[in-house]
């Protein structure tokens, strides 16, 4: 099995204890996750994890609370939280330390299961990120309208043509393109310039994975990305606001 054959095993069997002791709601964070993304130039996700598949481990002893407050900070217009243990290294309160920067945060997992949308509403997460590829049949629509129902908005990831079409006929308003194929977990750095001319005016538009320089966050200003998620290149780093504010030219708007 390749990696995303592994996670979807992972999470069924997360799914099945879930449904063993069912998320209790709270009230969703008043924080627009889309709005924040709509600011001017272009706009950051920053993202927390200790361990990525690809590079190990990262921040093993991170410090998830300082963190986001050094993402917020360094101009940061949301954070994206990864809340899987097995091969991302989370722990069991890393999204309520992330939520303390009072920055809107997205709930990064691979969520197949309308249960798993009830537990990111009880964690208090702003959005949740909908995959494309793992989400077969009417699954993406049954998704997008249950976090909808929750007040939850959503990050719909796409990795091609088919899919940003499948995306687009599901009604997403937001939409990433990953440069990162999740089955040999390669980046293709063109991926997202490729597909960015194919998503209509009036739809939020994110860039994932692989963005390391300042020449890659021009490059996707200038191809028209409202915003750009950054995970490794900032949790590696031992100064994160430096890192961020340099990426973005310390706060001042790229052009696009």
């Given at each position: ?23 209790r ?49 360094g ?17 069991d ?30 964690l ?58 999740l ?74």
């Amino acid at each position: 099995m390749n990696f995303l054959d592994n996670v979807l095993e992972a999470k069924r069997s997360e799914i099945a204890r879930l449904r063993q002791t069912p998320p209790r709601f709270a009230r969703v964070p008043d924080r627009d996750f889309a709005r924040a993304l709509r600011g001017p130039g272009l706009s950051v996700i920053a993202e927390i994890k200790r361990r990525s598949p690809s590079k190990g481990e990262l921040q093993p002893q991170l410090d998830v609370a300082e963190t986001a407050r050094a993402y917020s900070l360094g101009g940061a217009a949301a954070i994206s939280c990864l809340t899987d243990a097995r091969f991302f290294g989370a722990r069991d309160d890393d999204f309520a330390q992330a939520r303390t920067a009072g920055l809107p945060v997205l709930r990064k997992d691979f969520l197949i299961d309308e249960i798993q949308i009830d537990e990111s509403a009880s964690l208090g997460a702003a959005a949740v990120l909908l995959i494309v590829k793992i989400l077969e049949g009417r699954r993406l629509e049954t998704l997008l309208r249950h976090a909808a129902s929750l007040g939850l908005e959503a990050l719909v990831e796409v990795h091609d043509e088919a899919e940003l079409d499948r995306a687009l006929s599901a009604g997403a308003s937001i939409v990433g393109v990953n440069n990162r194929d999740l089955g040999t977990l390669e980046v293709d750095p063109e991926r997202a310039l490729r597909l960015r001319p194919r998503i209509p005016a009036g739809t939020l538009s994110v860039a994932e994975s692989g963005v390391r320089s300042r020449g890659d966050i021009d490059s996707l200003a200038a191809a028209g990305f409202d915003a750009v998620l950054i995970g490794e290149a900032l949790v590696a780093s031992s100064d994160p606001v430096a890192a961020l504010m340099n990426l973005t030219g310390k706060g001042v708007e790229v052009s696009r």
